[in-house]
């Protein structure tokens, strides 16, 4: 079993900066793709980032230049740099771990909310 943790959420004034952590554990025998989803009061859950095992990245439009993904593959550990955060970016953010033969395991999610 594959267990998910977000953390690093809180609440910044806009322009300001937070650091997201995911730390996935458990029987894992190969991750094929760690991403960042975020989900917004009302709105549908969406891609923020997302990062596959060769490396590539894929941002949401609305992020890039202002987020960074990035994964310690020894820990099995993904991060969210969230720099220049604006109110739209508030939601919920969560962390799927797609692991290769297994599935796609989400944490519980970390609240984020950007005041104005």
């Known amino acids: 079993q594959v267990q998910v943790v977000e953390s690093g959420g809180g609440l910044v004034q806009a322009g300001g900066s937070l650091r997201l952590s995911c730390a996935a554990s458990g029987i894992i025998f190969r991750i094929s793709a760690m991403g960042w989803y975020r989900q917004a009061p009302g709105k549908q859950r969406e891609l923020v980032a997302r990062i596959i095992s060769g490396g590539d990245t894929n941002y949401a439009d609305s992020v890039k230049g202002r987020f960074t993904i990035s994964r310690d593959g020894a820990k099995n550990t993904l991060y969210l740099q969230m720099n220049s955060l604006k109110p739209e970016d508030t939601g919920v953010y969560y962390c799927?771990?797609?692991?290769?033969?297994?599935?796609?395991?989400w944490g519980q999610g970390t609240q984020v909310t950007v005041s104005s």
């Open positions: 799927s771990v797609v692991v290769t033969g297994a599935g796609n395991y």
